[in-house]
Each structure stands twice: as C-alpha cells, then as structure tokens.
T-cell receptor
Framework: KQEVTQIPAALSVPEGENLVLNCSFTDSAIYNLQWFRQDPGKGLTSLLLIQSSQREQTSGRLNASLDKSSGRSTLYIAASQPGDSATYLCAPIVSGTYKYIFGTGTRLKVLA | SAVISQKPSRDICQRGTSLTIQCQVD?????MFWYRQQPGQSLTLIATANQGSEATYESGFVIDKFPISRPNLTFSTLTVSNMSPEDSSIYLC???????????FGSGTRLTVV
C-alpha cells in the first residue's frame, strides 16, 4: 500500500529564503506525481505535475524534482514571499490506478 | 484545464439531516472524484463517480451514507446523509481526463454539523 510522507510537517521562515519541501513515497511504481497548494479552508491549486519519465518541472519560482527509484520528490521555492504561506501537498498516482495518494502536507508560513 | 463550480461553498447543518453538494464542470471530463478532508488531516478519497452507473466507493465509505450521482460528463452530486458532528469536514470534487494529465480540484464545501 502506497504511503506518502512529507517533511517537514511545518515550516516558518523569513521572507526571501529559498525553501526545500520533501516528499517520500513507499511504492516507486508511480504514474506521475503532482504538487498542490491549499490555502486554509479552501480547495487545492495544482502547482506542478511531473510524469514518471521526467526528472523535474519548473514554473516561475517553483521547481519540483522526482527521483522515482528512491521514492522521493522535492519542491523548491525560490525567494519565498508571504503570499506563499499555505499547506503544500504532494500526491503520487500509483501505476495501474487513477487515484491520488495524498501526503500529510507541509504547512508553510513566510514572515514579512 | 477544466473549471469547476462547487456548491455550496460552506454550510452549517443540524445532525440527522442530509446535505447535497454539487460539482459542475465547464467541459466534459472522463474522471470525477469526491474527497473528504477532516480537520487537520490530508485528503481521503470517498469514491469515483461513474457516469450513468453506481459510484465506486473506497474502503470505509458506503453508498447509504454518501450517495453519489453522475448523470452526465459535466455534473455530479455527493450527498452526506444522516449527518453527525463527525461528518464536519471539507468535501472536494476533483476532475480530469485521466491519470496522465493530472486532476483539478474544486474550491471545496466546508461542512459543519451541529
């Protein structure tokens, strides 16, 4: 059974720092992996989708890498801003299924 | 990607009553899902909504408690029946064309049962 763990669980940093959020999953047979952002009490906003054949994806200040063989993905946030404050979720889809398995999330707070 | 309208955005309900949540998509989609997010927790898949047939429920979720309809490729409803305070959660609709494309989420319905 796929299990997804995100480290750290919570993070508080001053504005401007470069951040690293980690996601590990137990079953390396994944179809793809998606990173989401969730603001308090709200739905999910897709940030980056990485196919299993890809090593990384970039969008603006965000970069996500994927090492499928070791069961890890990392989200890098450059030059963090207070508007980046949210919970970040990673969600792989196991091969042969169509379902996300969600991680426990990293709650990020960027201080002005 | 598809644009989802999920209604209501929030509600406060009395225990023992039922609430129906709607998910409307601006284009036809292959896959539609319903998730629950309990306070302080991550998302858990309730069921896959199948067009024109019964939904496929995940372990721990049953049709009598969470009946789902999907009459066409752009619309689905989730009903939370005979509610108790333990049903207080955010309920989210998710849609997509298949696993290779990723999925989009609605803005969620924040349900409080008193």
């Amino acid at each position: 059974k796929q299990e997804v763990t995100q480290i750290p669980a919570a993070l508080s940093v001053p504005e401007g720092e470069n951040l690293v959020l980690n996601c590990s999953f137990t079953d390396s047979a994944i179809y793809n992996l998606q990173w989401f952002r969730q603001d308090p009490g709200k739905g999910l906003t897709s940030l980056l989708l990485i196919q299993s054949s890809q090593r990384e994806q970039t969008s603006g200040r965000l970069n996500a890498s994927l090492d499928k063989s070791s069961g890890r993905s990392t989200l890098y946030i450059a030059a963090s801003q207070p508007g980046d404050s949210a919970t970040y979720l990673c969600a792989p889809i196991v091969s042969g299924t169509y379902k996300y398995i969600f991680g426990t999330g990293t709650r990020l707070k960027v201080l002005a | 990607s598809a644009v989802i309208s999920q209604k209501p955005s929030r509600d406060i309900c009395q225990r023992g009553t039922s609430l129906t949540i709607q998910c409307q998509v601006d284009s036809q989609v292959t896959m539609m899902f319903w998730y629950r997010q309990q306070p302080g927790q991550s998302l858990t898949l309730i069921a896959t909504a199948n067009q024109g047939s019964e939904a496929t429920y995940e372990s721990g979720f049953v049709i009598d408690k969470f009946p789902i309809s999907r009459p066409n490729l752009t619309f689905s409803t989730l009903t939370v029946s005979n509610m108790s305070p333990e049903d207080s959660s955010i309920y989210l609709c998710s849609v997509g064309q298949g696993a290779g494309y990723g999925y989009t989420f609605g803005s969620g319905t924040r349900l409080t049962v008193v």
